[in-house]
């Protein structure tokens, strides 16, 4: 079965900071990772996606994340934190349903 | 514009009701999902659809039904609230299914059960 564990409900980072969004996954087969991202009373918007090409994945506004299969892991990392990126990150594994399976997420908090 | 229309987006009803959450695509995508988020949970799929008149179970679908006769209509219903259900309903969809699949969601539909 698969699975994925955000291992922080809340960071927090001064404008300008590097942001690291931290998530290992469980899969029994090579998985396909997502992130999303949402704010305030809005929908998920894709942020980027692994599909077993490039370890190294560029998403949207900046943000990137890397996929270690020896560390089951696929932290979302970017630069320089902005005041806009403030919203709650999901770290999201395919499911063998053809669903997707939610981390619990991590709330992102930017100060000025 | 294109996109995934979910209606109303705010609705509070009582326990024993029945209530109809709406959701409506403009992609003619093949799949549709409707998946409900809880502090603590993330969110956790009810149904899915992979088809007109094709709908599937997904992890929490007890005390609702779903019905899908037309590609782009995705309606979920709870035939007799509870105040568990108290939730936020997201609908979302995608051209093809398969977990490598991202999903497009809707805005959601915040639903207050007294």
């Known amino acids: 079965a698969q699975s994925v564990t955000q291992l922080d409900s809340h960071v927090s980072v001064s404008e300008g900071t590097p942001v690291l969004l931290r998530c290992n996954y469980s899969?029994?087969?090579?998985?396909?990772l997502f992130w999303y991202v949402q704010h305030p009373n809005k929908g998920l918007q894709l942020l980027l996606k692994?599909?077993?090409?490039?370890?190294l994945v560029k998403g949207i506004n900046g943000f990137e994340a890397e996929f270690k299969k020896s560390e089951t892991s696929f932290h979302l990392t970017k630069p320089s934190a902005h005041m806009s990126d403030a919203a709650e990150y999901f770290c999201?594994?395919?499911?063998?349903?053809?669903?997707?399976?939610f981390g619990k997420g991590t709330k992102l908090s930017v100060k000025p | 514009d294109a996109g995934i229309t979910q209606s109303p987006r705010y609705k509070i009803t009582e326990t024993g009701r029945q209530v109809t959450l709406m959701c409506h695509q403009t992609?003619?995508?093949?799949?549709m999902f409707w998946y409900r988020q809880d502090l603590g949970h993330g969110l956790r799929l009810i149904y899915y659809?992979?088809?007109?008149?094709?709908?599937d179970k997904g992890e929490v679908p007890d005390g609702y039904v779903v019905s899908r006769s037309k590609t782009e209509n995705f309606p979920l219903t709870l035939e007799s609230a509870t105040r568990s259900q108290t939730s936020v309903y997201f609908c979302?969809?995608?051209?093809?299914?398969?977990?490598?699949?991202?999903?497009?969601f809707g805005d959601g539909t915040r639903l207050s059960i007294l």
């Open positions: 979302a969809s995608s051209d093809l299914g398969g977990g490598d699949q991202p999903q497009h």
């Open positions: 899969s029994s087969y090579s998985p396909s």
């Open positions: 692994y599909t077993s090409a490039a370890t």
């Open positions: 999201v594994v395919g499911g063998s349903q053809g669903n997707l399976i």
């Open positions: 992609w003619s995508h093949s799949y």
């Open positions: 659809s992979a088809a007109a008149d094709i709908t």
